[in-house]
């Protein structure tokens, strides 16, 4: 490391300056703490909560407002069977406790989230997604980071971009006694007794990727690309646990970033889905249950990408329609204005070679290098079973089978995709940092994304919004039990 030149001290040093970090800050300065200073390894504060689009809660005023009615024991058995039970359930049940309140900490600051659904098939789940117009792709995410750091500022918290947090610094007793930083050319000790590492997840950490989700180091993620695993790195250094209770938002198939509307296109369940080999693979309405599990399936194919193929009548039907079928269409509003454009969006990404158009199968497989025999194979066998109206293949509904036969023929291709990884650090439900003798690093705590115990393996979208709520909300309460312990309350 080289040479110290800076030295500052803090009553709290926040790594990350994203949703979760942001929140421990505006916590702990409600529970007393004075002098925070936050790390931001960016130019600007945000991180990848700029990019959310909504929250998971329980029991929040907007719910109460509508009369929708989720019972707490409903949201925490529902999580835990699908965590397996291997997810934390003290830290799981004070989150779901605190949702609701949390919906009401941003609407009294202005924020009314009106906009509540279910991401799931239409009324076959809780009714938990909350979010409010913010345009046509729906990330409030940045407003609600924007508004953090500027109450943050406003408050006295010193907010540092453009600093990485590199390691952190311990006392004889084994307790958080600073933080080393570099800024440019500066190196900077701040010395503080207590860290809340909230730097998300590891998507951008190849090294990471490959060791924690094998195969998946070169899969395109939304996240930013600062989002490296450096609370993960520094808290492994302190002999932190870092365990397997991790999981990877796969968002696939997605056209990222070419087109928010051909994103909503591939997760149509009225389209053929084929992978690189030019073969079916799955029903296409999985999506309508969870589209996580749709990335699972996509993860196991070739090159992890696939095309989705539609016809003129398909096009034509979708248009006329105007239906909303699937959660991730009603997360964008749900007024189906995206298929407004979408004939005029298929003939601008066709002239610029990002779809495929051709006017025979044969000629399709060509554009797409998939072998011709085996793709008009394929359809073949889909029309036969779309006649019918029983797809005996992998049983999607009746109502969504159909043909493809009229010119012309389209083909997207649909991309495996992640958002974020979550988990990694063992905490406590009071966000401490636990050690590999199972004892708290005293003043070490770990928040959002980067912190196990909300999630295992597969991202449960019968809660969506899941991973914003757990920014905030263990950011709240990290926010609040660091300030305890600097006051010496605890």
């Given amino acids: 490391m080289a040479r110290i030149t800076k030295v500052l001290q803090a009553d709290i040093v926040i790594v990350g300056a994203g949703g979760a970090g942001l929140m421990a800050a505006s916590s702990a300065l409600e529970s007393g703490a004075k002098n925070i200073i936050v790390l931001e390894k960016a130019a600007a504060a945000g991180g990848n909560t700029n990019m959310s689009a909504g929250m998971f809660a329980v029991n929040s005023p907007a719910q109460k407002r509508k009369g929708i009615d989720v019972s707490v024991d409903e949201a925490f058995n529902e999580k835990m069977d699908a965590g397996n039970w291997r997810i934390d359930p003290d830290l799981t049940r004070a989150c779901i406790l605190k949702s609701g309140e949390m919906i009401e900490w941003f609407e009294n600051r202005g924020m009314k989230f009106e906009n509540i659904i279910e991401f799931v098939r239409e009324g076959d789940g809780p009714k938990v997604f909350h979010s409010f ?29 453009g600093t990485a947090a590199r390691k952190l610094l311990t006392d004889e007793n084994g307790r958080i006694a600073g933080v080393i930083a570099e800024s440019g050319e500066d190196v900077i000790r701040i010395e503080t007794p207590a860290v809340i590492l909230a730097a998300g997840g590891f998507g951008g950490n190849r ?11 070169d899969t395109f993620t939304k996240g930013v690309s600062e989002v490296t695993g450096d609370a993960l790195v520094m808290a492994a250094d302190l002999n932190a646990v870092i365990d397997d209770n991790m999981a990877i938002l796969f968002t696939g198939p997605h056209h990222y970033p070419e087109s928010h509307i051909l994103s909503m296109l591939v997760h149509r369940p009225d389209v053929l889905m084929v992978n690189r080999n030019g073969e079916r693979y799955s029903k296409e309405s999985v999506f309508l249950d969870y589209h996580t599990e749709a990335g699972n399936i996509l993860d196991r194919q070739p090159g992890h990408i696939c095309y989705v193929l539609l016809d003129d009548r398909i096009k034509e039907d979708m248009i006329r329609k105007k239906e909303i079928i699937s959660g991730f269409e009603r997360e964008a509003g749900g007024t189906g204005a995206w298929l407004h454009e979408l004939d005029q969006e298929l003939e601008r990404c066709a002239a610029a070679g990002t779809v495929f158009k051709a006017d025979s199968v044969e000629e399709l497989a060509e554009l797409i290098e998939i072998p011709a025999d085996v793709l008009k194979r394929t359809v073949e066998r889909y029309n036969t079973l779309c006649d019918a109206g ?25 991309k495996q995709g992640f958002d974020c990884t979550v988990g990694g650090i063992k905490v406590n439900h009071r966000m401490e940092v636990i050690n590999r003798q199972d004892y708290p690093i005293r003043g070490l705590y770990a ?3 980067c912190a196990s115990g909300w999630e295992y393996r597969n991202y449960n979208l019968k809660h969506p919004g899941s991973a914003m709520t757990f920014a905030f909300v263990s950011g709240f309460f990290a926010g609040q039990n660091a300030a305890a312990y600097v006051a010496g309350k605890e």
């Fill in 133 to 161: 117009s913010m345009g046509p792709e729906g990330f409030i995410g940045k407003k609600i980071a924007d508004t953090l750091a500027r109450e943050a500022r406003e408050k006295g918290v010193r907010i540092m971009c």
């Fill in 207 to 217: 090294e990471l990727m490959d060791r924690y989700f094998p195969g998946n180091a």
């Fill in 390 to 414: 029983c797809d005996e293949d992998y049983f999607k509904e009746k109502k969504f089978l159909l043909p493809i036969r009229r010119v012309p023929f389209y083909a997207v291709l649909g």
């Fill in 447 to 449: 928040v959002g994304d």
